[in-house]
């Protein structure tokens, strides 16, 4: 027996397993730590708006590449290929998203609103890609007045960007940005209305049902872009009124 005060012997591990060693375990909870020091920080609000403002670049530069294909700019072997690396571009950005939420503690705004937001966004590029693969596959004689309506959508993509890019950094300025995209959504349904109104004035045709289906598909653009307009107001309506403030900058 041990006398009093005296430390008593160690006794060794018995079989079996004994689990990680305790300098694994002590670099597991720094590293855990440190995880929650920055969120805590606000350092993963700035990364997760990022990563959808670069998801919204990679959405605008499909439908700057539909422009160019409706122009003629490229040649009909070289659209698919290019469209489809967009495309993968932006799976690539939703996958870093859903990675850093699952990582993250304290987000900017709540996650659910985060994924749906990026889904949406991921909605509207699969959707440019299927306007550029049948614009192909149909090959209209002229692009009548497509260029238009997927100028107004690149402006009201950049518009959100805008919004998104301001939530950490200028949220009085949000509320402003958002209705000006949501202004550009519904011009988008307008242009539609009023085309397929202009086509059916005239002689039934392969060339107009060509035009119908193409517009059909840039009216769903807008309504999937009109979405992710939506889902932002939302997420925006449950963290408080500040963000629909005026910006004193303006």
């Not at 422009?67 to 003629?72: S, Y």
């Not at 950094?169 to 958002?178: I, R, T």
């Not at 045709?205 to 307009?229: N, P």
């Amino acid at each position: 027996m041990a006398g009093f005060g005296e430390r008593p012997p160690r006794v060794a591990a018995s079989g079996g397993d004994a689990g990680p060693p305790a300098r694994t375990r002590l670099g597991q909870s720094v590293q855990h730590l440190r995880f929650f020091v920055r969120d805590v920080a606000g350092r993963s609000g700035p990364r997760l708006v990022s990563i959808l403002v670069e998801h919204l670049a990679c959405a605008r530069e499909g439908v700057e590449f539909a422009e160019e294909v409706v122009a003629g700019v490229h040649d009909r072997a070289d659209i698919e290929p290019q469209i489809r690396a967009i495309e993968q571009r932006g799976d690539a950005l939703r996958q870093r998203l859903v990675s850093e939420l699952s990582e993250t503690i304290v987000t900017p705004l709540d996650r659910e609103d985060l994924f749906r937001l990026s889904r949406s966004i991921d909605d509207v590029l699969d959707n440019v890609r299927d306007f550029v693969r049948e614009w192909r596959l149909y090959h209209p004689d002229s692009p009548r007045n497509l260029i238009a309506v997927l100028g107004t959508l690149r402006a009201g993509i950049e518009a959100l960007s805008g919004g998104v890019g301001a939530i950490a950094d200028s949220p009085a300025s949000v509320g402003s940005a958002l209705l000006s995209a949501k202004q550009h959504a519904n011009e988008i349904r307008r242009h539609f209305q009023r085309e397929v109104a202009e086509l059916f004035g005239g002689d039934l045709s392969v060339e107009l049902l060509k035009h119908r289906e193409l517009l059909r598909r840039l009216d769903v653009i807008g309504l999937r872009f009109g979405e992710a307009v939506d889902v932002l107001f939302d997420a925006l309506v449950k963290r408080g009124e500040a963000f629909f403030q005026r910006d004193p900058a303006d």
